[in-house]
């Protein structure tokens, strides 16, 4: 299945920050105990890269992506440690073409007409939307779909618990994604079953919308 195929099967992207990469598999096997089997971890600390790299190689069932990449040299080694998307904040033509190249999906962040048709070119129909809450969450999403119909977007940025339920009833959202699931807090405390906990409830939402 492509990825963002089991992205949208799923219904969520936990976006997950690590300080420490022995952090990881816990991390991940927590989220598989909680029916979550994606998992986008961030290169925005050193650990990053190690902890995708652990979680490509023992942790099969889950689907690694690498997140807020923001150069082409940081994509190159998110695909050589496993990573299989790549999710940016913004788009980067020269990331999108290395992914395209190398044919791991990507997934840039678009809020605007200009960066939406940028993505359409290269032939990028799912994009991340985000922050969400700050760029005008669904309403905005409705109304930039009147133009580009086919485009649909994965939120991230303010989703939580609490209102993840109105962004995954829309047609236009395959999947939420953020960070909720996997607090820095409980991960550090090593507290994982609060992250399978959370998992297992926000996996429940998306079972009663979709039946
Ligand atoms: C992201 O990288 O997508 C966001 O930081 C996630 O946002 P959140 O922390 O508000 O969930």
Redesign the pocket.
Known sequence: MHAMERCEACGIVP?VVLQDAKDALPTANALLAGDIDVM?I?MRTAAGLDAIRAVAQECPALLVGA??VTTTAQCEACIEAGARFI?S?GFDPDIVDLCLERQVPALPGCVTPTEIMAALKKGIRIL?F??A?IYGGLAAMKALSGPFGGVRFIP?????AGNMAEYLASPLVPAV????MCSAADISAGQFEKITRASRAARAVVRELRG
Do not use: A, L
């Open positions: 976006v986008e961030t997140g807020t999710v904040p991340k985000f922050p809450n991230t940025g303010g989703i939580n994604g953020g960070s909720w």
